[in-house]
């Protein structure tokens, strides 16, 4: 286990001081990433102190400081989670192997692709997220932005060790290139299509750190599994950090869903949005959004790629090894959805190749145990949300070319055109969410289409002040 150097240029628990060469490679990428954050990261309050989790060790107790700071002084450090004496890799091809410490050559190109298209969705987030600071709900809600902005920098910072350490030049000049796509940039896009949206508003950013940060979840756990083992450990340091990101939309949500029941309650109606409120036909809406954007990410039903990935052992699945089958599929089969003679259906296919619909299984099953949580709340006015069909509103897949509505039957292009207002977004429902965005910056005031939340961060209470305005 390497000591942890908290005071260097770059904190790290990697020996950065040992290797001057990569320590110098580091050191010139580092300017480039702050001119990056003070250009596309948060449009204000880049001067302000603001109270955030900084990662300072990878221990059980105490992996984190609390404390004020300017967001371009914060201590983005890498951090790999401990190491596992003796890992084995537990999936595929090389099963019962020592996990590898370096890249094997065969690997190469594939593992180097694997950590770009993880690497690039983290910035992506902070430029998408970068306006939301003018129009916070609260200043509690104002420091959990930047807390998530701040951590996926930070994650930015976990790929680019490893293309730096790992991939010689190919690897610094992908470090250089997460820096140089921008979210919505028509010459240079980033490369998932969910992270060119803007975010524009907080009902969004809560569905999508709800959503998309828990695609984050499960693409992180999967790589956990990579027989490559700093990726392994690194990746399990992110999920540390990602735990907040969901928190921050599953309360998030709650919070819009219990001011949404008292307006109800108040004002004995259902549409609250007269009452400075998100009624809960909206929130449906924006969550159809949110869930369907974010099951593309999971990619095609079947996929070569995915296939090859795991045989390789490269990405594993959603906790591998809790699984009880044999790691390897090479005989095993499993029904994937699919659109045949004009009906939803399902047909057989190599597990191995539905390796992404499995992993959006279990997504799916994750998603659903917060929507329960909002709806226990919902149930005392005898209301509810629900996840929609997963073919509803698809991109990517065998539902691509398909219209299905919510519940999940086909249907023509005239029928989707005239109910699609009633399950999607409309430009109203937008104008309205967007009339409530106003940001509040007294200490423990809220917005008035959102509770307050039931505690404050690190123990302290919900009127601290989080940023100092
Ligand atoms: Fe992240
Ligand atoms: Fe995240």
């Not at 300072?56 to 984190?64: L, P």
């Not at 692709?113 to 997220?129: F, I, Y």
């Not at 690897?171 to 299509?193: C, K, T, Y």
């Not at 910056?441 to 940023?467: N, R």
């Amino acid at each position: 286990m390497t000591a942890v150097d908290i005071d260097a240029r770059i904190p790290n628990n990697v020996g950065l001081a040992d290797d001057r060469r990569l320590q110098r490679a580091l050191e010139s990428w580092q300017p480039k990433f702050i001119e990056w954050w003070k250009e596309l990261g948060p449009v204000a309050f880049q001067g302000n102190d603001v109270y955030l989790r900084t990662a300072i060790d990878v221990g059980q107790e105490g992996w984190a400081n609390f404390g004020h700071v300017k967001m371009p002084d914060y201590r983005w450090g890498i951090f790999l989670a401990e190491p596992e004496p003796d890992r084995r890799v537990a999936f595929g091809d090389h099963q019962g192997d020592p996990a590898w410490q370096e890249v094997p050559g065969e690997y190469r190109s594939d593992l180097r692709r694997l950590l770009v298209v993880q690497g690039d969705t983290e910035p992506a987030s902070v430029e998408q997220q970068r306006a939301l600071c003018l129009s916070a709900p609260s200043v509690y809600d104002l420091r959990n932005l930047f807390q998530v902005n701040v951590e996926e920098g930070r994650h930015l910072w976990a790929m680019v060790y490893l293309l730096h350490r790992y991939f010689g030049r190919d690897g610094r000049d992908e470090a250089d290139e997460m820096l140089e796509r921008h979210s919505g940039d028509v010459d240079h896009p980033r490369i998932l299509g969910a992270f060119n949206e803007p975010t524009p508003d907080w009902l969004s950013f809560f569905f999508f750190t709800y959503f998309t940060d828990r695609d984050g979840k499960f693409q992180l756990a999967s790589l956990r599994e990579s027989a490559f083992d700093p990726l392994s450990r690194t990746c399990d340091f992110m999920l540390k950090e990602e735990a907040h990101h969901m928190f921050v939309g599953a309360s998030g949500i709650a919070r819009v869903v219990q001011r949404t029941v008292d307006l109800m309650r108040e004002n004995d109606t259902t549409d609250v949005n007269e009452h400075g409120g998100i009624d809960v036909a909206t929130l449906q809406r924006y969550l159809n959004l949110h869930y369907s954007l974010s099951l593309d990410l999971f990619g095609a039903e079947t996929s070569t790629n995915a296939a090859n990935y795991f045989a390789a052992g490269l990405k594993g699945r959603f906790q591998e090894e809790r699984r009880a089958d044999d790691h390897r599929l090479r005989d095993a089969t499993r029904t994937v959805p699919s659109v045949a003679d004009s009906t939803v259906t399902t047909r057989e296919a190599p597990a191995l190749a539905a390796l992404n619909e499995t992993l959006r299984d279990d997504y799916i099953a994750d998603c659903q145990k917060g929507v329960d949580r909002w709806n226990r709340t919902l149930a005392e006015v005898g209301l509810e949300l629900r996840l929609p069909h997963e073919g509803f509103n698809r991109a990517v897949g065998t539902f691509r070319d398909h219209r299905l509505s919510p519940d999940g039957r086909l249907i023509d292009d005239a029928s989707w055109m005239a109910s699609v207002d009633s399950w999607l977004p409309t430009d109203a429902d937008r104008a309205h969410v967007e009339s409530l965005m106003v940001g509040v910056t007294e200490p423990g005031k809220m917005a008035g289409w959102v509770a307050a939340p039931t505690t404050g961060v690190h123990a302290k209470p919900v009127d601290y002040e989080y940023v100092r305005i």
